[in-house]
């Protein structure tokens, strides 16, 4: 059964953070695409469209990546489509793919079908509201100012949060996460299994992302490393990281061991790729 949370309250600086922040024109004219992997998000996915379609970002196109959700997601997504796009322009375009095969090669195939499509930036972002869309802009603003590789939305710098609805438990184990990854793979970053982030296209075809081995939610960690390792640079912007609104939670025991042991394997093969 699932429940539905009521939002966060934003007050003094948090409030100032959250709102989107203004863009010039020609920036906010630049291709960018947001893809959003689904399954089972039917509730979820109309109040991120919604939210996504009104930031002021002329240049923003949604793509959903669904794959086969049993509860009607992929129809729930061309409905949108429908709803969104018009005779000369689409604004939302829905990849379907036939089986429940991980996040990370969701995110690939997405990832993948944005730059082909000429993205010029590509965003991730999770469908069940825990990354705010108010960030977009920022982070848009971000990557362009800088020039950087790709820009994080991070919960671990200053000014980042995470949901207030988190327990001590769950707070530890984020944090441990993050600082055992980072001590294993010396990123650099402070959020490095943060699933919001922002790419470059050139960074995304360099990646070569039909060839990164993570299925799970350690796909963040794996693309990150191997940017950073690849001479790209990283920014992170803080957020304050919201608990899902509807729905439950795709983190299993196997997605949790992969994670574990991916930043292991990253390293023994940079050692080997050293040492040849």
């Known amino acids: 059964m699932s429940a539905t949370r009521m939002p966060a309250q934003t007050t003094g600086a948090d409030a100032t953070l959250r709102r989107p922040q203004p863009l010039p ?74 089986a429940k095969d991980g996040l990370g090669r969701a995110y690939a195939a997405g990832m993948d079908q944005a730059v082909a499509e000429g993205a010029q930036y590509v965003l991730q972002m999770d469908a069940d509201g825990s990354h705010p869309v108010e960030y977009v802009p920022q982070m848009l603003g971000t990557a362009l100012a800088t020039g950087a590789g790709f820009v994080v939305g991070s919960r671990y710098v200053a000014g980042g949060r995470l949901a207030e609805e988190w327990g001590l438990h769950r707070r530890l184990l984020s944090r441990w996460a993050n600082a055992y990854v980072s001590a294993v ?67 299993t025991a196997a997605v949790q061991f992969e994670s574990a042991v991916l930043p292991w394997k990253l390293r023994l093969d940079s050692s080997r790729a050293r040492r040849g």
């Open 25 to 98: 024109p020609e920036w906010g004219r630049i291709p960018l695409t947001v893809v959003m992997p689904t399954y089972n998000e039917a509730d979820n996915l109309p109040k991120m469209a919604e939210a996504l379609m009104g930031l002021d970002l002329e240049g923003l196109r949604l793509l959903v990546v669904d794959d086969n959700s049993p509860d009607g997601t992929g129809e729930v997504a061309e409905t949108l489509a429908k709803q969104y796009n018009s005779a000369d322009r689409t604004r939302i375009t829905v990849l379907h793919r036939t």
């Open 185 to 251: 793979l010396h990123t650099g970053l402070r959020d490095v299994t943060a699933g919001f982030a922002m790419w470059r296209a050139d960074v995304v075809t360099a990646m070569r992302l039909a060839e990164v081995r993570s299925n799970g939610y350690s796909f963040q960690v794996e693309l990150k490393y191997q940017a950073v390792r690849t001479g790209y640079t990283g920014v992170e912007v803080p957020i304050h990281f919201e608990e899902r609104q509807i729905g439950a939670s795709k983190m």
